[in-house]
């Protein structure tokens, strides 16, 4: 689709090219009507007009900007390690990343308008209307959400590989512990489903599924619900919410692995230092990162985007499980 440009405006508002430019630019000291500004105003909105990105920055002299857009997730040390290797990467290419959280109703336009980047990428899909806005004004658009639709979801192996490794360890009793973050339940449902099918391959009850806050209290009293409905082993959502099991079954007397075994799932950096360490489930942030900046250099390029390397969770093991 062709850019809209500054001439489109003009020509569709019946004023010129330097009209265009003072009222777009907010040029002080020049004598436009307040009907001819209105007038271009509603045109340029109309027909999609925004400045071209490449131009703006190349009159600024500033390096190029990478807008990495994340969802209203919670912001942790798996999120936070992904977007620090993406900087890294992108960096020996002399590009910089600005990160922008959805929060709110704000519109996506108001930003990238703003700081005119050079490539937005989503890492959840983008409304089509912005997408095509943001080509229109000459900035690469990289939306990860969809680029391999036929790829299998690895929420569910992760849940299955949980309950892989309580099953081998004796327990034939599984809770799991999710999360009331309503941001990212989606991921919950996704891996408690695994949990689900890997427990009804083999013969056991489906598992108790309690909501676990990152504290000791909801940790205690979850534990105390599990143990008196004979649950051994538990699968947690993530690694912070199998620190509160930890600490929950520390409070409460138990022994961890003895009468309670726990796998959480990210393998963030203090899973080594729980007592006891932490048995997980690791995905590879640092082949993510890699992989979006892979994304944003084809992007740049014009080249062919590369094919999302395959995604293999693994248990990492401890002595929590």
Partial sequence: MARVTSADVARESGVSRTTVS?????????????????????????????????ARTLRSGRSDLVLCVLPDWPVGPVVETMLDHLADDLAERGLSVLVHHVRGDRPLADLWRAVTPRTVVGLSAFDPEDVRAMRRAGIQVVDTSSDEP????????????????????????????????????????????????????????????????????????????WREAG??????????????????ARAAGLRVPEDLAVVGVDDVPLAALAAPPLTTVTQSMDREAAYLAARVRAALDGGPPPKRPADVPRIVPRDSA
């Fill in 231 to 248: 649950v051994t082993g538990v699968a947690a959502y993530n690694d912070e919410v199998a620190f509160a099991v930890l600490a929950g």
């Fill in 22 to 54: 003072y009222v777009l630019n907010g040029t002080p000291g020049t004598s436009v009507s307040e009907a001819t500004r209105r007038r271009v105003l509603d045109t340029a909105a109309r027909l999609g007009y925004a400045p071209s990105a490449a």
């Fill in 150 to 225: 036929g790829a299998e979801d690895p929420q569910p192996h992760i849940g299955r590989l949980q309950v892989e490794r309580l099953v081998d360890g004796g327990r034939t009793r599984i809770g799991y512990a999710t999360t009331a973050d309503r941001r990212v339940s989606q991921f919950a449902e996704q891996r408690l489903s695994g949990v689900r099918e890997a427990c009804a391959e083999r013969g056991l009850a489906d598992p108790v599924v309690l909501p676990v806050d990152v504290d000791a209290a909801s940790g205690m009293s979850a534990v105390a619900a």
